[in-house]
């Protein structure tokens, strides 16, 4: 599975943006599609993540009300809309494929967001 993933900019405090992950490859396996970011000097966390073959949507507390995960099943993308952004959302985003077991496999190379005060 290949993931690319785009969209990341930079944006005032309380603007918006668009994440967009398209996965190509052998995406039977897929079982789960997230989001992930970093800031600088801080670990990964999790974002946000939907069933690959449902439709259940998980948020992180720190975006619940602020980000939508969304996805297109006829273009393999998924995509994460970023409202009210904060300044503490600037990081590194990161789109990753997972098996049953929430072993994440396969990652795309990151897009910056940076947010402005």
């Known amino acids: 599975v290949q993931l690319q993933a785009s969209g990341g900019g930079l944006v005032q405090a309380g603007g918006s943006l668009r994440l967009s992950c398209a996965a190509s490859?052998?995406?039977?396996?897929?079982?789960?599609m997230s989001w992930f970011r970093q800031a600088p000097g801080k670990e990964r966390e999790f974002v946000a993540a939907t069933i690959w073959t449902g439709s259940s949507t998980y948020y992180a507390d720190s975006v619940k009300g602020r980000f939508t995960m969304s996805r297109d099943r006829a273009k393999n993308t998924v995509y994460l809309q970023m409202a009210s952004l904060k300044p503490e959302d600037t990081a590194v985003y990161y789109c990753?494929?997972?098996?049953?077991?929430?072993?994440?496999?396969?990652w795309g190379q990151g897009t910056q967001v940076t947010v402005s005060s």
């Open positions: 490859g052998r995406t039977s396996s897929t079982y789960v």
């Open positions: 990753a494929a997972g098996d049953h077991g929430l072993k994440y496999n396969y």
